[in-house]
Nanobody
Framework: QVQVVESGGGLVQAGDSLRLSCAVSGRTLSTYAMGWFRQAPGKEREFVAA????????RYADSVKGRFTISRDNAKNTMYLQMNSLKPEDTAVYYCAAEPTVYPITVVTTEDQYDYWGQGTQVTVSS
């Protein structure tokens, strides 16, 4: 059984940095394309960033481009989201998602394509 668990959320001030982690168990991380999504209060869940199995390809939402960096360490079965220059509008529950794929360079950016999801971790940015 595959489990996806996020960690690293918290309360920070605007301009601060935070790093989220996503651990995958039950199957090796290297078989998954991975992604981060977020859901703010009263809003739908939205795409944040995605990374291919190999780690060589990444995609970002325009709202986080240049501030957030997605990465992965397949040896540790862990994916990361480094968030810099945080803004109050980044406040949301952040979700990690995993999609098994045979293609090492595929990046998955749509919610419907992901099979496995974590429970989410809260990120709150105060002004």
């Amino acid at each position: 059984q595959v489990q996806v668990v996020e960690s690293g959320g918290g309360l920070v001030q605007a301009g601060d940095s935070l790093r989220l982690s996503c651990a995958v168990s039950g199957r090796t991380l290297s078989t998954y394309a991975m992604g981060w999504f977020r859901q703010a209060p009263g809003k739908e869940r939205e795409f944040v960033a995605a990374i291919s199995r190999s780690g060589g390809n990444t995609r970002y939402a325009d709202s986080v481009k240049g501030r957030f960096t997605i990465s992965r360490d397949n040896a540790k079965n862990t994916m990361y989201l480094q968030m810099n220059s945080l803004k109050p509008e980044d406040t949301a529950v952040y979700y990690c998602a995993a999609e098994p794929t045979v293609y090492p360079i595929t990046v998955v950016t749509t919610e419907d394509q992901y099979d496995y999801w974590g429970q989410g971790t809260q990120v709150t940015v105060s002004s």
